[in-house]
């Protein structure tokens, strides 16, 4: 059985609080909570100890977690080595890459071996590192840029609470069709399963959900205008779809009506702004824009 242990030295600023009130500061699902009480696999300064154990600076708390603490602890991605990955960012406990634009996030079949998670899989394998990727949220493969993924499953359920809770900021550029009637502007039409054709989503589809877009004009070429669009909810298609629905379609996307004389969709994920795991301080991440996401759309 695969077991994962981490040890946390107790800084001046979580002194005086329990051990319960730390995991509950630090978003441990209350499920995984009750595992390590129930199994007592946790210690303060090599002791087992009450949850309720009131914590001093500098004492040594450990963890160890099994499989079945998580809903998903196997990470069954194969690892491929044929392709590197460009990482924007790393700490112990996940991985921010920068994903190309024709990539696929993750397999849809056990033998399918080329999309991003097996890469990284195979990146892991080749530094000798103890982790496996695990998918936290995804961008669509005709999108490039900027992709958080969680090196362990006690990270996963972390960051999407942080998601759910909008405190992990992602912003986008993004090539449209048409001359903005606004500088800025917000989107808020709920976005479902389009009813003409499952593969798409459309604003008030079958089962829509709330979808927040915000959008800024940063300029105007030639008719066609460059966004910066940041996100409050993560629905499927949700950028594409909105400014299709507001009559400014990106620019090369050919399922949502944009021009089709372009490469690639012309949509980039450009910054991811979050708070790391574990009282890691907030960190803004940025990659460069690839080659083939032109500055001045001509």
Do not use: C
Request: avoid cysteine; aromatic fraction near 8%.
């Amino acid at each position: 059985m695969t077991t994962w242990q981490y040890q946390f030295k107790i800084a001046p600023y979580n002194a005086g609080q329990s051990v319960k009130a730390l995991w509950i500061k630090w978003l441990i699902p209350k499920r995984i909570r009750g595992a390590l009480r129930i199994k007592r696999h946790f210690t303060v300064n090599g002791k087992v100890v009450p949850t309720s154990y009131f914590l001093a600076t500098n004492d040594v708390l450990v963890m160890t977690f099994d499989q079945d603490d998580f809903r998903t602890s196997n990470s069954n991605y194969r690892p491929n080595h044929s392709q590197k990955v460009t990482t924007l960012f790393e700490n112990d406990y996940l991985v921010v890459v920068d994903k190309p634009a024709g990539m696929k996030m993750h397999p849809h079949s056990p033998t399918e071996d080329d999309t991003l998670l097996n890469y990284i899989a195979g990146d892991f394998q080749r530094r000798h590192l103890e982790v496996a990727p695990y998918m936290v949220h995804r961008i669509d493969r005709a999108t490039s840029g900027a992709v958080i993924i969680a090196k362990t499953p006690l990270v996963v359920p972390i960051l999407d609470q942080l998601l759910a809770a909008k405190a992990i900021t992602r912003t986008y550029l993004a090539w449209v069709s048409g001359v903005m009637p606004t500088n800025q502007g917000i989107i808020e039409t709920p976005i479902g399963i389009d009813t003409q054709d499952d593969r798409k989503r459309a604003v008030n589809g079958t089962n829509a959900q709330l979808a927040v877009t915000h959008w800024t004009n940063i300029h105007t070429v030639y008719q066609n205008s460059l966004l910066r669009i940041r996100l409050d909810t993560g629905r499927m298609h949700q950028i594409r779809v909105h400014l299709a629905s507001i009559g400014h379609p990106i620019v090369g996307d050919d399922l949502y009506g944009g021009r089709r004389h372009m490469p690639r969709l012309m949509l980039h994920s450009a910054t991811i702004e979050l708070p790391l795991p574990f009282d890691g301080g907030v960190k803004t991440i940025t990659g460069p824009l690839p080659d083939d996401f032109p500055r001045q759309l001509r």
